[in-house]
């Protein structure tokens, strides 16, 4: 297809994103739920009563232990309301009525995370389209073809798409160019250009075409299409726990047996102290499983699950899609980070930063000069020369129709454009190209002029010449521009331990000019496909974790390699398929935002750990001297909250310890706020706010409940 046809559809593409923003007033984003939102909060509700099934509970040891425990208090509670009760039945019915609360509360936590991402999981599902697919006999578009049904579609087989139509499966283009519609997964209204040949050539099932056509070879089977295995990942339904996840849980088991062997050997213990002392009351079942239930590190166990399953749903809001809870978590385990220096570093076109007069010639007039020359440019070059001459002369653009201007267009032959201009001939291109165009026409060129040029040059910018008939102006600086406030976030990066490394395909020279304004800590210059694998290997063999992004066929032997591998979802198939991630956006700047979700989710596991296993801490204050002062009543020393009474203490700490999970939950779904820190500092500021606050708020909590126990004439 020639170039003039490829420029048509982009051209068209382009008015069809301006035209779709229109309508929408919006950048296309998907609508986040709020976490009160009754689309939320109904459905979580019944999730946590069905989530009472014993197969599903065990799968938690932490509130397993809860749920038994609220298992056999409903039984005592029975037995007490028979008149053989231990305690009170409203004492006993009070404690099972609160652990069961305990565990519907952690099932509603992990619920609630799970509509989140269930949510977002039906507006993908809702592009998955049972259509009819034009099969072709071929890879061509003039082969046989006949109608089939999608669902029949096998890996391999070439179906034609043309404007109009639904794609129907996931594929690579093979032959044509088209404008395609993305909005359904990606969120974002302006269409994108797939074509054959080059790394824009993966298309999605579901997506629709709107103009031109394309044929396209199937890459997947049923059922193993790019969103069928995005929604199985966001709905959480093959979630495994992640390698950090595992080893917590390990913890909290551990924690958990320790304090049930204890409070097991309690009882005898107990009853023998009495039966030698001739006085007193053992210890009750009832107030030894609300001890140990106060004991174990039931708010992270509550929450756990849900920490997990709300880091995926993060990233879904950014409009990446992780193929595995584990890379999410390496996200936030990241080292280094490979960052490629166009569309990342740089804002991805070389932009025009100064004009260079000849000798004789004054700046101006070389500016204007090059912006009538780039009229008629539509590149984002030519754009931003027109805008250089502006900012600095206030030299805007003129009306030529009256002056019979003619424009001349680029071509790959002559390597320069330029307008003929009340008969000036003014052009403007590379430098052997305007220095052969001079000559030819009886000029000369200027030392002065390729001195300036190989400096611009040695400073790793692009340089243009600009000539006006015989007399060659000067030359335009065309330089990377390094993006705003790019190096203040690698400053943030380095503070917390994470090295980054610019992957570009330049010299060293400008590499390393780059490199040190943008403020990376390292570069890699004329990067090959190999050298990116060696340099990941290298890390990699020095205990780093190693993340980066990429979108071409080329990248996908180091993002394979890779710990944290973000494919572009324009990139190919290939990439696809050796990442772990997919950015939806096709945002190279996104890897960062990437690594800042998954600190935040270590951040926010990390944090109500801390004050989980702080808050034991006062139950031990509340809980203990109530449970055994019938048996020693010197413990009442220790009942430095001053409670009301044995009953009203055990049951403050239980109310406490279910309410503490509902107020975590918003915490642990939106994750504690992301600090650009180091791991020393980090651990002292959870230190200072959850573990401090972790121990005060519970001796809080719980007094102001017995206070209300008392007044309302519950105990």
């Not at 790019?226 to 950090?244: H, S």
């Not at 006085?279 to 239930?293: C, D, E, R, Y």
């Amino acid at each position: 297809m020639s170039n003039q046809k490829t420029n048509a559809v982009r051209t068209q593409a382009g008015y069809a994103g301006e035209n779709q923003v229109a309508q929408s007033g919006d950048t296309g984003r998907r609508d986040k739920l709020s976490l009160l939102d009754p689309k939320l909060v109904t459905p979580a509700l019944i999730e946590s009563f069905k989530k009472l099934a014993p197969q599903i509970q065990w799968r938690n040891p932490v509130m397993f232990v809860v749920y038994i425990g609220s298992i056999l208090t409903t039984i005592l509670f029975i037995q007490a309301l028979g008149g053989n009760g231990e305690a009170s039945a409203g004492f006993i019915g009070a404690i099972s009525l609160w652990l069961w609360f305990t565990v519907l509360f952690a099932n509603f936590a992990e619920a609630l995370a799970e509509g989140r991402s269930k949510a977002q999981a039906e507006s993908l599902r809702s592009t998955k389209k049972n259509v009819v697919a034009k099969k072709l006999s071929g890879p061509s578009k003039s082969a046989s073809r006949q109608i089939e049904s999608s669902a029949d579609l096998r890996k391999g087989d070439y179906v034609l798409v043309e404007a109009g139509d639904v794609i129907p499966a996931d594929g690579e283009v093979v032959e044509g160019v088209a404008s395609v519609d993305e909005s359904a997964i990606t969120g974002e209204s302006a269409p994108v250009i797939r074509e054959s040949g080059g790394d824009f050539t993966a298309v999605t099932g579901g997506t629709r075409v709107l103009s031109d056509w394309i044929v396209v070879r199937v890459s997947v089977n049923p059922g193993e299409a790019f969103l069928d295995r995005m929604i199985a990942m966001v709905e959480g339904a093959k979630r495994q726990k992640t390698p950090n996840e595992i080893a917590l849980t390990i913890l909290l088991v551990a924690l958990t047996i320790v304090f049930l062997v204890v409070t097991v050997t309690l009882l005898p213990f107990s009853a023998y102290s009495v039966e030698v002392a001739k006085a007193g009351v053992p210890i009750s079942i009832t107030a030894l499983i609300a001890l140990l239930v106060c004991l174990i590190p039931t708010t992270i166990g509550a929450l756990l699950s849900a920490i997990g399953v709300a880091g995926m749903s993060r990233m879904m809001q950014a409009n990446v899609i992780a193929t595995s809870g584990r890379a999410v978590e390496a996200a936030g385990d990241v080292d280094v980070l490979l960052l490629d220096k166009t569309g990342t570093i740089t804002l991805g076109n070389r932009q025009a930063s100064a004009f260079i007069p000849a000798p004789g010639v004054s700046e101006k007039e070389l500016a204007d000069a090059a912006q009538l020359a780039s009229l008629s440019d539509e590149t984002p070059e030519g754009r931003s020369i027109v805008v250089l001459a502006k900012q600095k002369f206030a030299i805007r653009a003129r009306e030529l129709s009256e002056h019979n201007a003619h424009f001349v267009a680029f071509t790959a032959q002559t390597r320069m454009s330029g307008v003929d201009y009340d008969g000036r001939q003014i052009r403007k291109g590379a430098i052997d190209a305007i220095k052969k165009h001079v000559i030819a026409i009886g000029g000369s060129f200027p030392d002065a002029v390729g001195k300036a040029a190989d400096e611009v040059s040695r400073r790793g910018s692009t340089p243009l010449l600009v000539s006006d008939g015989e007399r060659v102006l000067g030359v335009i600086e065309l330089k990377d521009i390094v993006k705003g406030g790019i190096k203040e976030r690698f400053a943030e990066l380095r503070a917390m331990g994470i090295k980054t490394v610019m992957i570009t395909g330049d010299n060293p020279l400008t590499a390393a000019a780059i490199a040190a304004e943008a403020g990376v800590d390292d570069f890699l210059a004329e990067a090959k496909p190999e050298d990116k694998l060696a340099l990941i290997r290298n890390h990699q063999a020095e205990g780093r974790l190693v993340a980066m992004t990429g979108d071409g066929t080329n990248d996908a032997p180091a993002l394979a390699q890779a710990d944290v591998a973000v494919a572009m979802n324009t990139g190919t198939q290939a990439a696809k398929e050796a990442g772990n991630m997919v950015d939806l956006d096709s945002n190279p700047t996104k890897l960062i935002e990437i690594v800042e979700i998954g600190k935040q989710m270590l951040m926010t596991r990390g944090s109500l750990t801390t004050f989980s296993v702080a808050n034991d801490i006062a139950k031990y204050f509340a809980i203990i001297p109530a449970a055994f002062a019938s048996t020693y009543p010197q413990l009442n020393a220790l009942n430095v909250m001053g409670l009301n009474s044995p009953s009203s203490a055990i049951l403050s700490a239980v109310i406490f310890n279910a309410i503490i999970i509902v107020f975590l939950i918003p915490l642990a779904l939106k994750g504690v706020k992301y600090r650009a820190q180091g791991a020393a500092q980090l651990l002292r500021t959870n230190l200072l706010i959850y573990g401090l606050g972790g121990i005060i708020v519970p001796f809080v909590g719980i007094k102001v409940i017995d206070l209300l126990l008392v007044a309302l004439h519950l105990t």
